[in-house]
């Protein structure tokens, strides 16, 4: 959905608030439901633009993951995690 959709729908503040919160809910459900598919040493990518390539899951967290890669370890945001 655009910016000029979104404004053509005629929202006020307080809806356009409330539109907010249930995007977040879920993109948050959506990727722990992502996440609740992989398994440690699993291999996925991370989505950002400082970690390229593939990275080794060695630990799962609530909200985040623990990826590793050539010995490096980072510690991520389910949201940014894509199975490979």
């Known amino acids: 959905m655009t910016y000029s959709e979104l404004k053509s729908l005629g929202l006020s503040i307080a809806q356009l608030?409330?539109?907010k919160r249930n995007v977040s809910m879920l993109i948050?459900?959506?990727a722990v439901d992502n996440v609740s598919t992989m398994?440690?040493?699993g291999t996925v990518t991370?989505?950002?633009?400082?970690?390229?390539?593939?990275w080794i899951?060695?630990?799962i967290n609530r909200?985040?993951?623990?990826?590793e890669q050539d010995g490096r370890?980072?510690?991520?945001h389910m949201s940014l995690l894509?199975?490979?």
């Open 39 to 41: 398994s440690i040493g």
């Open 17 to 19: 608030k409330q539109l």
């Open 57 to 59: 899951i060695r630990k």
């Open 73 to 76: 370890r980072v510690k991520s």
């Open 28 to 30: 948050e459900d959506v």
């Open 46 to 54: 991370i989505n950002h633009h400082k970690a390229p390539g593939k």
């Open 63 to 67: 909200k985040t993951v623990v990826v």
């Open 82 to 84: 894509v199975a490979v």
